[in-house]
């Protein structure tokens, strides 16, 4: 993690629809290469933000900064340098694994020479290559995931969006999934990551927690565990939700 690159910059972000407020005041910063685990309870906010974050919905008010561009004036340049994953899968179930690689390569503008020397590298890289011409709606969960992980990072974007990206998967994908993240992290890609997996808040260098649109504690995981005086996340997350 570089904590001397700020790569998404937010400041008192409001997100009202009319009389509700989804996002209430959020500040916070995010670095190049650290994986920014972002919690809370359904209907805190969570995916308002990272709808906003992405350039998919406007802010009501607040500077808010992605990969250095402006969420109001820039969103088509910015999309080009994030990459999103939402809980609800990606990928294209009536395609194969090869056809959904292609097609997403060419949604992000790579040449199809540059498409098809990824779609081998990555093929080989989840052991994938005896399942290439297998419609997604075949494979098992696990493996459509760390597709859909990967598919993702292909354009090499600066940032990628999770969104709950382990949600129903078992306990050893997870793991496996987790290893791709700190592996997109290590060479420099900033992991910004929604769940409802207290364990996996451990896996974060950093975790906001929001409740009811506020971020009520931001930190490492340690030093909100020493905060709260708790054992785990879980812990430390009951209490503020409380």
Known sequence: ???????????????????????????????????FGFLGANGAGKTTAIRILCGLSYPTSGEIEVAGFNVYKQRELLKRKIGYMSQKFSLYEDLTV?????????IYGLPLKEIKRKATDLLQRLNLEAVRDTRIGELPLGWKQKLAFSVALIHEPEIIFLDEPT???????RRQFWDLIYEAAKSGVTIFVTTHYMDEAEYCDRISI?????????????????????????????????
């Open 167 to 173: 949600g129903g998967v078992d306990p050893i994908t």
């Open 98 to 106: 090869y056809e959904n690689i292609r097609f997403y390569g060419g």
């Open 1 to 35: 993690m570089d904590q001397e690159t700020k790569v998404i910059k937010v400041r008192n972000m409001y997100k009202k629809f009319g009389d509700f407020i989804a996002n209430d005041d959020l500040s916070f910063d995010v670095f190049k290469g650290e994986i």
């Open 210 to 242: 929001m409740v009811d649109g506020k971020i009520e504690a931001l930190d490492t995981p340690d030093h909100l565990k020493e905060q709260f005086n708790a054992e785990t996340m879980n812990d430390v997350f009951l209490r503020l939700a409380r």
